[in-house]
């Protein structure tokens, strides 16, 4: 049986057919777990109540234990060289971002002498309040430049054309070079990058490794360096964080690019009926590690290549050839 660790999900499990009674036997057997792995369980993480296991004491010291292991992990804690420079540079009026992008400069190829930004925040105001004084700005603790998180996905979203501007005529499908653009996904975080011309249903699929924003943008600019520039002028997305490089890929490509409205897949039906067409040859829940580039073209060109009822049995290739 391979080892996998308890999850939050199974403590709960775990506490419940405790309390019913089971034996430590039954249950192992009951949440697929050898009985060694529970009784490991209940010795680390077990409590005086009268089950012997209470989930919620279980997951505390779990986490507690897991953030005693990482403090090894802390680069300044770990690195007295590392530490005397930023003190030294610290006291010498230079930022946090100078000091890190400095340290990239003069150890480019140490890694143990390298750190980030925010870390040395931080440090500064977790560790080391003496030195606040030294930065430019010490009236309030450091945040990110664009706020929170939630603020800076807020602030994206907004900048996001959706598709309720895009022109008339992409609706009326009436000329070849309007686009929709999405990825499926393998079970290994491999991803095939779709678009579909609106008119004539005409697909291209590229193989990423990884679903990485910058990846994407890359293999659409190839992708859209090899189709003439009377064959493309929007392209209209999925909001998935694939496409978060959308501005670079519109200025590269100098294609307008809109995203549906989140949960409408329906209003990208091409590129989503092009999908489903390629799941017949690659799967849900399948691989796409062993697939190559050459495989994937392949299927495409038998999809581009059969006829289709509302194209009045043309095929896709031969409309998006002929325009």
């Known amino acids: 049986m391979p080892f996998k660790h308890i999850t939050s999900f199974q403590r709960n499990e775990l506490s419940a057919l405790l309390r019913a009674g089971l034996k430590q036997d039954e249950v192992a057997i009951l949440l697929n777990k050898t009985a060694s792995a529970i009784c490991q369980e209940l010795k680390r993480n077990g409590c005086d109540n009268k089950s012997g ?7 505390q010291r779990t986490k507690e234990r897991r953030i005693e292991a990482n403090q090894r992990f802390r680069k300044l804690d770990s690195n007295e060289w590392l530490k005397r420079y930023i003190v030294k540079r610290l006291k010498q009026y230079w930022s946090p971002e100078q000091i890190s992008g400095r340290l990239k400069v003069d150890y480019s190829d140490d890694r143990t002498k390298q750190i980030g930004k925010d870390s040395i925040y931080k440090y500064v105001y977790n560790e080391r309040k003496d030195l606040v004084k030294y930065l430019r700005c010490n009236k309030g603790k450091y945040r990110r430049r664009y706020g929170t998180r939630i603020r800076e996905k ?58 990485l924003a910058e990846l994407t943008r890359i293999t659409t600019q190839e992708r859209f360096s090899k189709i003439s520039e009377s064959k493309k002028y929007t392209i209209t997305y999925d909001n998935g964080s694939t496409f978060a490089e959308h501005e670079l890929t519109e200025k590269r490509t100098k294609i307008d690019i809109y995203f549906a409205n989140p949960y409408h897949s329906w209003e990208r039906g091409c590129n989503e009926n092009f999908n489903g067409l390629l799941r017949q040859f690659f799967p849900k829940k399948s691989s796409f590690v062993m697939i190559t580039q050459e495989r994937i073209e392949s299927v495409v060109k038998l999809i581009n290549n059969r006829p289709r009822k509302r194209l009045n049995y043309l095929t896709p290739a031969e409309v998006f050839e002929k325009s």
Do not use: C
């Open 53 to 59: 296991y209470d989930a919620r004491i279980a997951k």
């Open 154 to 211: 807020q602030r994206r979203e907004k900048e996001k054309k959706r598709i309720d501007s895009r022109p008339e005529i992409v609706e009326k499908r009436e000329r070849v070079g309007d686009w929709e653009g999405d990825t499926i996904v393998g079970k290994d975080n491999s991803h095939i990058l779709t678009h579909v011309d609106r008119k004539s249903g005409f697909g291209t699929a590229d193989k990423l490794v990884r679903g």
